[in-house]
């Protein structure tokens, strides 16, 4: 699949695609956030929570790695593995419990954990763009694909 375009002029674009996303969510979502230091990532995420009614911060987890959500829609797990030093540190917090195919995982640094995760279902590439950011989804399965559909 080629993907979708988007240009994120500031912050509040990158949050509302976050919120779009979410409403169009399926249940056993795995998506992988690709982008350097800085590119949105947990930006995108917090909006994404933020459509699913969460009102609380959204702080990256860079050192729990993980942080659980209880939404209106289920478990959802941000996953932030920049620290991860070897994939195999992953094994210590139980990811087959993650991955139950009902649970949503948004996945930041997932080449961190090389081996030890599923496929996803949507690859998202964040990069710097002018002042603001260029996104590029790509859906990898048929569950990615409804949720591209639906955007
Ligand atoms: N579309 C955008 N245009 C300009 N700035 C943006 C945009 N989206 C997010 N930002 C800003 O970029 C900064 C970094 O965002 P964020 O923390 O989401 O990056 P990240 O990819 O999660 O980084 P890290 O890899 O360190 O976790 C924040 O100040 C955020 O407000
Ligand atoms: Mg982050």
């Not at 995108?44 to 009614?53: A, K, Q, T």
């Not at 009102?55 to 729990?64: D, L």
């Amino acid at each position: 699949m080629a993907g979708i375009e988007f240009h994120l002029d500031d912050a509040e674009a990158t949050e509302s695609l976050g919120r779009r996303l979410a409403a169009c969510q399926q249940p056993g979502l795995v998506m992988f956030l690709h982008g350097d230091l800085g590119a949105g990532k947990t930006t995108l995420v917090r909006g994404y929570l933020r459509g699913l009614g969460h009102q609380g911060p959204v702080k990256s987890p860079t050192y729990a790695l993980i942080e659980p959500y209880e939404t209106g829609q289920g478990n959802l797990y941000h996953l932030d593995l920049y620290r991860l030093a070897d994939p195999e540190e992953l094994e210590w917090i139980g990811l087959r419990d993650l991955f139950d195919g009902e649970s949503v995982c948004l996945i930041e640094w997932p080449q961190r954990g090389e081996g030890m995760l599923p496929e996803p279902d949507m690859n998202i590439y964040l990069s710097v763009e002018g002042q603001g950011r260029r996104l590029l989804l790509e859906a990898l399965s048929p569950r990615g694909e409804q949720v591209a559909h639906c955007l």
